[in-house]
């Protein structure tokens, strides 16, 4: 890959699904389907919209392959460097980065295979251009799921996390950073923001962090010498993100030279925060502020400056069993993507002409008085005579037998539906058999055992 450009971009691909493993338990997370297409499909493509000709992709080892093989026949223009990292350690999202720091030479771009948006990167970019930023981190509003859409499977529902984002009002300086799960009931944020510096910002709870980050390459090499953060959402950015509050130590005159290696890396990040003084000298000598209510410099002087840069896009993160149902339904629109309704593949066999709204992937057999509406129907699935299925994602090596009624189901990689079941807002575990003439909804129907080896 070319080393030397502006910024370079790693879509992290090898994540095992922890909060849907009902799904990856038996298909690779970034490979899940979503309309007619992988999941990482769209961070790519979104890349490749706003101009990156290349990307690094991240996964584990025991998937490489398989990945490679999905992403030839994408027909996306973007080069791929498909990198692997060990699948037997359990590695989190800074530490994936760290592995891989040899191949970044710039600042860079990280992206989750499980974004699904309509985003306008070069906005993001131009954010952290414009103040010379440490980080931007993305944000969305969390999508509006109507009451009347009901996910596939147990009536019981995962709470979701919420994430607290503190911003400044007047910057846009994102001044504070964490999980709700990490406090009690109550927060003094005088506590944990510099009021003197951040005299207004607002704390939202609603705001969706797209793990669409741009980060300064200075990080990453704090990153390397600092093996003590392995993910970047909960642990390496809340730490920048409080570190930019704090004031830079004077180091003594004959200690300038000394060797990062020899002291607290952890305690000493702004050794590695680099300066561009012609940027200094510039702002000193023009008159911007980044703040009105006093004459200081810009940016209070700080060296480490992170950034949210919010848009009203369209977004969310495939990353449970709802966002990623809500992703395949038709509430979900995705302009950008160009995704279109009712592709049958021309290795498919379909011998209904009852398909509405619907993707038929490769060697599918369609049987005929069969009706397929609004749903997506995997590879080398077989779906028997006179079934109806609606509303509903049906991975590969799947057998519907015949006179079968399937309505907003999720049916995973290599389960059978036998003859005459009746399912409803349920989902079919990976290999698992649901039986005969059985009627089930708002069910889990699947194997304990085959998701406590994930």
């Avoid at 350690?89 to 990280?110: Q, W």
């Avoid at 990080?219 to 809340?238: A, M, W």
């Avoid at 305690?267 to 004459?295: G, P, Q, T």
Wanted: one cysteine or more; aromatic letters at 6%; proline letters at 4%.
């Amino acid at each position: 890959m070319v080393k030397y450009i502006e910024f370079q971009a790693v879509v992290l691909a090898g994540g095992k699904g922890s909060r849907m493993t009902e799904l990856t338990a038996g298909k690779t997370k970034c490979l899940l389907p979503i309309r007619n297409m992988p999941m990482i499909y769209y961070p790519l493509q979104s890349l490749e919209k706003a101009g990156f000709t290349e990307t690094i992709v991240v996964v584990t080892e025991n998937i490489k392959k398989e990945v490679s093989t999905v992403l030839d026949k994408l027909n996306l223009n973007i080069r791929l460097e498909i990198v692997a990292i060990p699948d037997g350690e359990d590695l989190g999202t800074a530490d994936a980065i760290r592995y891989i720091h040899d191949k970044i030479h710039t600042d860079f771009i990280v992206v989750s295979c499980d974004l699904i948006a309509n985003i306008d990167i070069n906005e993001i970019l131009n954010t952290y251009r414009k103040h010379n930023a440490s980080v931007v981190a993305a944000m969305f509003p969390s999508p509006k799921i109507s009451s009347t859409f009901i996910t596939p499977g147990s009536k019981s529902k995962q709470k979701p996390e919420v994430d607290l984002i503190g911003i400044d009002d007047t910057t846009n300086r994102l001044v504070f950073l964490a999980s709700a799960s990490d406090f009690e009931d109550s927060i003094d944020m005088t506590k944990l923001v510099k009021i003197k510096k951040h005299t207004t910002f607002t704390v939202y709870s609603k705001l969706l962090d797209a793990h669409f980050y741009v980060i300064s390459k200075w990080i990453l090499d704090f990153l390397v010498h600092n093996k003590s953060f392995g993910t970047l959402k909960g642990e390496l950015l809340p730490y920048i993100v409080n570190k930019q509050l704090s004031r830079s130590p004077k180091l003594p005159a004959d200690d300038k030279n000394a060797s990062v290696v020899k002291v607290d890396t952890r305690e000493d990040i702004f050794r590695f925060a680099v300066r561009n003084n012609l940027d200094e000298l510039i702002r000193k000598m023009s008159a911007f502020n980044d703040h009105n209510w006093d004459l200081g410099d810009a940016y209070h002087g700080d060296i480490i400056r992170c950034y949210a840069h919010i848009t009203d896009k369209i977004a969310l993160r495939a990353n449970t069993i709802q966002m990623y149902s809500f992703a395949n339904s038709p509430a979900f629109d995705l302009p950008l993507h160009n995704i279109e309704n009712n592709v049958i593949s021309p290795m498919a066999t379909v011998k209904t002409n009852q398909v509405t709204a619907s993707n038929i992937d490769e060697g599918a057999l369609i049987d005929e008085k069969t009706s397929i509406k609004q749903s997506f129907i995997g590879p080398a699935t077989i779906v028997e005579p006179k079934t109806r299925i609606s509303d509903s994602i049906v991975m590969g090596n799947v057998t519907v037998k015949q006179r079968c009624i399937i309505q907003n189901c999720i049916l995973c990689n290599g389960c059978t539906i036998e003859e005459g079941t009746e399912l409803k807002d349920c989902l079919v575990g990976a290999h698992h058999t649901v039986s005969k003439g059985s009627n089930h909804s708002r069910e889990v129907l699947t194997e304990m055992d085959r998701l406590m080896e994930i």
